[in-house]
Nanobody, 124 residues
Framework: VQLQASGGGLVQAGGSLRLSCAAS????????MAWFRRTPGKEREFVAV????????DYADSVKGRCTISRDNAKNTVFLQMNSLKPEDTAVYYC??????????????????WGQGTQVTVSS
């Protein structure tokens, strides 16, 4: 499966962005999906995960209550709605996919497929 992330941009603190991850090659309903982010000089950080059906989600503590992950399997797309953005949310955001399971995974090495990343910059 090929993943294409989009929706990043420059936004003021307190603003919102909606990231999209469009899949091609195989239907996204075959995969558990996640969002990660990376800031220069820091390790890749888990942001959010959703299982193949959308019935289970989880978030990093740093974004819990401000972000919502969702999926539209009919459109082969996964979304990350980010509200109340903070300067510390500035990063390149990546979507990732792995074969579905009953367990949610939180580490980057547990994912098989990655999108190219989309830059999110939050100004103070």
């Amino acid at each position: 499966v090929q993943l294409q992330a989009s929706g990043g941009g420059l936004v003021q603190a307190g603003g919102s962005l909606r990231l999209s991850c469009a899949a091609s090659g195989r239907t996204v309903s075959n995969y558990n999906m996640a969002w990660f982010r990376r800031t220069p000089g820091k390790e890749r950080e888990f942001v959010a995960v959703i299982n193949w059906s959308g019935s289970r989600v989880d978030y990093a503590d740093s974004v819990k209550g401000r972000c919502t992950i969702s999926r539209d399997n009919a459109k082969n797309t996964v979304f990350l709605q980010m509200n109340s953005l903070k300067p510390e949310d500035t990063a390149v955001y990546y979507c990732a996919a792995r074969t579905p399971s009953g367990t949610l995974y939180y580490r980057g090495y547990e994912y098989d497929h990655w999108g190219q990343g989309t830059q999110v910059t939050v100004s103070s």
